[in-house]
Nanobody
């Protein structure tokens, strides 16, 4: 599985950005895709994820109500719409993909494939 990310960049607090992640290769049995982020000196943390089978979505408390996941089935793409951005959202954002479904969907260790990361910087 290959993951190609796009979007991100620089934004002011309160603005919006949109991240996309397109999966290619052997994706027929996808269980979930999600977004994680990592700020300098911090561990990678869960942002949002979608169960690819039932399309249930999950969000970190820090982004709930501001970020929205959607899916483009024709393009096998996961989209993260980020509204009302805050400086603390600044990080490198990574798209993750997993086939197995026994581990918690919020756990980064359960994702096998990762995108290259895209920088999001929010100024105050």
């Amino acid at each position: 599985v290959q993951l190609t990310e796009s979007g991100g960049g620089l934004a002011r607090a309160g603005a919006s950005l949109r991240l996309s992640c397109t999966a290619s290769g052997r994706t027929l049995s996808t269980f979930a895709m999600g977004w994680f982020r990592q700020a300098p000196g911090k561990e990678r943390e869960f942002v949002a994820a979608m169960n690819w089978i039932n399309e249930n979505t999950y969000y970190a408390d820090s982004v709930k109500g501001r970020f929205t996941l959607s899916r483009d089935n024709t393009k096998n793409t996961l989209v993260l719409q980020m509204d009302d951005l805050k400086p603390e959202d600044t990080a490198v954002y990574y798209c993750g993909h997993r086939f197995e479904g026994t581990q918690p969907i919020r756990s980064p260790e359960s994702y096998r494939y990762w995108g290259q990361g895209t920088q999001v910087t929010v100024s105050s």
